[in-house]
């Protein structure tokens, strides 16, 4: 990031002026605003900056009865994905600007391991997550990437998985079936966020439990092959998907993982950071 101080003030109030003075949260538009408060925090944390304003408007849900309601209350079934970015975006955005103690964590991180799926080790548990349903309204692809947003929180924090083992079965599971498209577009052959969502979610799986190593390895190998083959055909200077900075930076993250999954198969000129290994939320 930038050396200079002046350059540096300068990228931390260009962030900072999206925030509302009124409820703390950061506002553009794009996403819901907690979503857009995560994903901006997350962006001053690498210069060592916080929000100008508190987050008033999360305050209620410091308290441990508000914050499991608000949780319980997403939409689990219809909106995995998209109501992730909440579920998450409250940890990620409270501890970011340091303004929840050890003790909230506890008792977000307790929820979060009394509601894993114990047949898939995707959030949440009770809720039908189509493992073996193709026909399904809501793709199992978008309980993992409803999940990913929750898992980097507990990476994060050096937490445990509850059923590392079954999550990584059914990353495996996804990879056998890759070929489906996902959300419009073909894994591993678009520029997106699918990609970091399933090598994280497989790649931290196997870290914690080790189940499965040699066959995660060689899925994510054949990920990793397919994908660098896909963008290096790319013309750069004219694809609109690599030209969008959303998007540009999910598939950086992608990249990223694979090539801490996979010491040695592909060098950098500069070796990649995953930036989820310095704080939450992408």
């Not at 703390?24 to 210069?47: R, V």
């Not at 990584?168 to 498209?181: A, F, N, S, Y």
């Given at each position: ?27 553009d538009g794009s996403h819901h ?53 909440k579920g998450a975006g409250i ?167 694979f090539q801490l999954a996979l ?20």
């Amino acid at each position: 990031m930038p050396e200079d101080t002046a350059e540096r003030e300068a990228w931390i109030e260009a962030i900072r002026r999206f925030q509302n003075p009124e409820t703390g949260l950061f506002e553009d538009g794009s996403h819901h605003e907690i979503h857009t408060t995560a994903f901006a925090l997350a962006a001053l944390d690498f210069f060592d900056a916080r929000a100008r304003y508190p987050l008033k408007a999360l305050h209620p849900l410091r308290e441990r009865e508000q914050m499991e309601v608000f949780l319980d209350n997403l939409r689990w079934h219809e909106e995995p994905w998209l109501d992730s970015h909440k579920g998450a975006g409250i940890y990620s955005a409270l501890v970011l600007n340091r303004e929840v103690s050890r003790e909230w964590e506890d008792w977000y991180f307790a929820w979060l391991w009394e509601q894993e799926d114990p047949e898939t080790g995707f959030w949440r548990k009770g809720k039908t997550i189509p493992l073996n349903d193709p026909e399904s309204p809501v793709p199992l692809f978008h309980y993992l990437g409803g999940s990913f947003h929750y898992l980097f929180n507990i990476v994060y924090a050096r937490r445990k998985q509850r059923y590392p083992e079954k999550a990584v079965d059914t990353c495996l599971e996804i990879w056998k079936g890759h070929h489906q498209p996902l959300y419009g577009e073909p894994f591993c052959m678009g520029i997106s966020y699918a990609e970091i969502d399933w090598v994280f979610y497989l790649n931290r799986s196997v870290r914690q439990c080790g189940y499965r190593f040699e066959e995660s390895r060689k899925a994510m190998e054949e990920a990793a092959e397919k994908y660098v083959d896909y963008l290096t055909q790319l013309d750069y200077s004219s694809d609109t998907a690599f030209n969008d900075l959303h998007k540009l930076f999910g598939m950086i993250c992608a990249l990223s993982e694979f090539q801490l999954a996979l010491p040695g198969q592909f060098i950098t000129e500069r070796p990649l950071r995953q930036v989820l290994d310095r704080r939450p939320y992408i």
